[in-house]
């Protein structure tokens, strides 16, 4: 996040279809070019000719941003400016440490409106346009995590109870310091605890509740 007297800004896009994301780099809020996402809202759409011919005949969608102090732009707060609202546990922008029971707090958070003010602003490609934008466009990131429940897994594929499902949960290889390999495999998981200490810490920082540990 950049200082608010820097008047710089980034813009995060990302093609759901394909899965890459990209950032691009420190720009100016007031740049003409970026004036077409002004006083839009959350979900809204914009079409990419105002940007330039690179983004020819694209279309994104504004799914959210972040204002100078870090907070997320929240949805049904209709302003460009700061809100201070009282929010409670479980809200955007309020975690909740150090509260009461039941203690709501007043926060300062950015609306849904999109105005220069914000530093980041997350774009989805909706349509895509002529030209191919490099490292977004013209790459397919696969999808590593599939479903984690046997349910969902299920419904996906169409498989009846009698099917194995094994066969159709995604695994991937983590390798951690050449001796432990984490196996991440859907709902089907198993964690062994060791008397390291180094082993546990290794493993309180990958989720161990959906990992298969096997050493070499």
Same mark, same amino acid.
């Given at each position: 996040v950049?200082?608010?007297t820097s008047g710089k800004g980034n813009v995060d896009a990302c093609i759901p279809v394909l899965g890459p994301h990209v950032g691009s780099d420190p720009c100016d809020c007031h740049h003409p070019q970026l004036r077409a996402f002004w006083d839009k809202r959350i979900s809204q759409e914009v079409s990419g000719d105002a940007l330039g011919e690179e983004f020819k005949g &694209? *279309?994104?969608k504004i799914t959210g941003g972040c204002g100078k102090q870090g907070f997320p732009m929240k949805q049904g707060v209709l302003t460009p400016g700061h809100v201070r609202l009282l929010l409670h546990r479980g809200t955007p922008c309020f975690c909740g440490y150090g509260r009461h029971n039941g203690e709501r707090r007043r926060k300062s958070v950015p609306g849904c409106i999109v105005s220069p003010d914000l530093s980041v602003l997350n774009l989805v490609i909706v349509k895509k346009g002529e030209n191919d934008l490099p490292g977004l466009t013209d790459v397919e990131k696969p999808r590593m995590r599939g479903p984690k429940r046997v349910s969902k897994i299920?419904?996906?594929f169409n498989l009846s109870k009698e099917d194995d499902v094994r066969n159709y *949960?995604?695994?991937y290889l983590i390798p951690l310091r050449g001796? @432990? &390999?984490?196996? @991440?495999?859907?709902?089907?998981a198993l964690v062994l605890f060791f008397s390291c200490p180094c082993i546990k810490k290794e493993l309180d920082i990958i989720s161990v509740s959906r990992v298969l540990l096997r050493v070499v």
């Open positions: 950049t200082h608010r &694209y *279309v994104f299920r419904k996906l *949960v995604n695994t001796l @432990i &390999y984490f196996f @991440i495999w859907g709902t089907f």
